[in-house]
């Protein structure tokens, strides 16, 4: 097959699963909780310092950033392996077509992002238009950021979703319990774990290791990104200084959250594709 054909099916297969997605009762509540909590969390941003008002999107943004990274990691991982794991006949049929099964599996996750993404974009627009209407556009780039977190997010847990549903046909129950599991582990336990394992060093020791853990786990790696970006060196107090004495300013921090980051996004697609071309389907 050349790289045209190629190309082709794996934008039609984008296109049916997008439109697949799109229409799942799924994708469209998490669409609608997404917009219910963003625009709740704008609103009340100031009842605990006593005041009233709409945050404006910078404090907005660094509200947002953990539901971001607990919400989004979870329904990418869920909505995928349900979406992308194989189901007999249904696999057999798509399978047996003249395609590559690698154009397939790449179109399937392709519009899988690019629902999940849409979603996103509807809760955080619905937000902003709030925000924006009643406090202005102060910090709107740092609302871009979030976005744009959230997009990454979405890209590396769609991938480790695809890598645990390419196993095979009849293994979806099996895909989505572990699913559930690297979702605890890495959005909840690793941060425990590393916390305990600092407590057992020494202070110089502990704090090189508690930096190191940024960069091994993607969720990490992404909130000390985007807080950074939106709070500058306050993101973390005087942690934020050690961070940046560690990677030697703030460009040896971008390289190093990026190298993570780039690496999260495509390792996991890789051995999907390389696992799915060798499944029994």
Known sequence: MNERARGSALLLCARQELLLAVRSRSTQIFAAVFAVLAVAVALSG???????????????????????????????????????????????????????????????MLGLFLALASAQAIGLGAAGIVIFWQAGREGLIGYFVLFATGLLLTAIFLGL???????????????????????????????????????????????????????????????????????????FGSASLAFLRFTRGPLGAALAIGTSILFWLAAPVLLALRRISRADL
């Not at 509200?63 to 249904?90: H, K």
């Not at 020791?205 to 306050?234: C, H, K, M, Q, Y």
């Open 46 to 108: 100031y009842v605990l310092s006593g005041g009233g008002g709409v945050q404006d999107f910078s404090r907005t943004s660094v509200s947002l950033v953990q539901l971001l990274l607990l919400l989004v990691p979870l329904t990418s991982l869920v909505v995928g392996v349900l979406a992308l794991s194989p189901e007999r006949g249904a696999a057999e049929l798509l399978f047996s077509q003249p395609v590559a099964r690698r154009s397939i599996w790449l179109g399937k």
């Open 161 to 235: 979703a695809g890598l645990l549903a390419a196993g095979g046909t009849g293994r979806r129950a099996k895909a989505l319990a572990i699913a559930l599991i690297v979702w605890f582990g890495g959005v909840v336990l690793f941060d425990v774990a590393a916390l305990g394992l600092a407590t057992l060093l020494p202070s110089g020791a502990a704090s090189r290791s508690l930096i190191l853990s940024v960069f091994v786990n993607p969720v990490d790696a992404l909130r000390t990104g985007a807080l950074l970006a939106i709070e500058g060196t306050t993101a």
